[in-house]
């Protein structure tokens, strides 16, 4: 069965350094999303993405944040300037707006830890 | 604006028995879809069930079932024959229609299946 997937697991950076976290959506997929979930609390939106354009976003995306869609298959988020409440697990996800339900799929998540 | 309230932090469940959880949704749009996710403690969100707003029927999904009042505005997720693997957090989400495809998430109820 396809599926999101996401590296790395788990990241560890200082305050202040960029990251990357990559995502590999479902293959047949037209939406991605990414999604954050600071410890113990809800998870958040982010960022939609459509047709190599965002779609929509938070106002927790503000310009540290961006997205990308480097190749057929990768998609990215990259955090600028990491700062220590940006700690959290992110997912990406994924869905097929041709089906009714166009549920999002997500993968496994990257756990990001900011020193 | 769009909301979803799980009251429910904690839930208890004997193996075998069935279990409902708690949600409701606020929006003042007619058409969106509700959708129950499972965080086990390793991390992943796991995609459950299903509803639509104009379905007419309760969605299942083997042992998920989803309970839809759409007068109560409530889309309470009933687990049957509960198993220790159940046992996670579990996400009540909303996504309404048209251009707008964030998810917005409840705070989750985490649940325990008691041997």
């Known amino acids: 069965e396809p599926e999101v997937t996401q590296t790395p697991s788990h990241q560890v950076t200082q305050m202040g350094q960029e990251v990357i976290l990559r995502c590999v959506p479902i293959?047949?997929?037209?939406?991605f999303y990414w999604y954050r979930q600071i410890l113990g609390q809800k998870v958040e939106f982010l960022v939609s993405?459509?047709?190599?354009?965002?779609?929509?976003k938070s106002e927790i995306f503000d310009d540290q944040f961006s997205v990308e869609r480097p190749d057929g298959s990768n998609f990215t988020l990259k955090i600028r300037s990491t700062k220590l409440e940006d700690s959290a697990m992110y997912f990406c996800?994924?869905?097929?707006?041709?089906?009714?339900?166009?549920?999002?799929?997500f993968g496994p998540g990257t756990r990001l830890t900011v020193l | 604006a769009q909301k979803i309230t799980q009251t429910q932090p904690g839930m208890f469940v004997q193996e075998k028995e069935a279990v409902t959880l708690d949600c409701t949704y606020d929006?003042?749009?007619?058409?969106?879809?509700l959708f129950w996710y499972k965080q086990p403690s390793s991390g992943e969100m796991i995609f459950l069930i299903y509803?639509?707003?104009?379905?007419?029927q309760n969605a299942t999904e083997g042992r998920y079932s989803l309970n839809f009042q759409k007068a109560r505005k409530s889309a309470n997720l009933v687990i049957s024959a509960s198993q220790l693997g159940d046992s996670a957090m579990y996400f009540c989400?909303?996504?309404?229609?048209?251009?707008?495809?964030?998810?917005?998430f409840g705070s989750g109820t985490q649940l325990t299946v008691l041997p």
């Open positions: 989400a909303m996504r309404l229609s048209g251009s707008a495809r964030q998810l917005t």
């Open positions: 509803q639509g707003s104009y379905d007419e």
């Open positions: 293959s047949n997929h037209l939406y």
């Open positions: 929006t003042s749009d007619q058409s969106y879809g």
């Open positions: 993405f459509y047709n190599n354009e965002i779609s929509e």
């Open positions: 996800a994924s869905s097929d707006p041709v089906l009714t339900t166009d549920t999002q799929y």
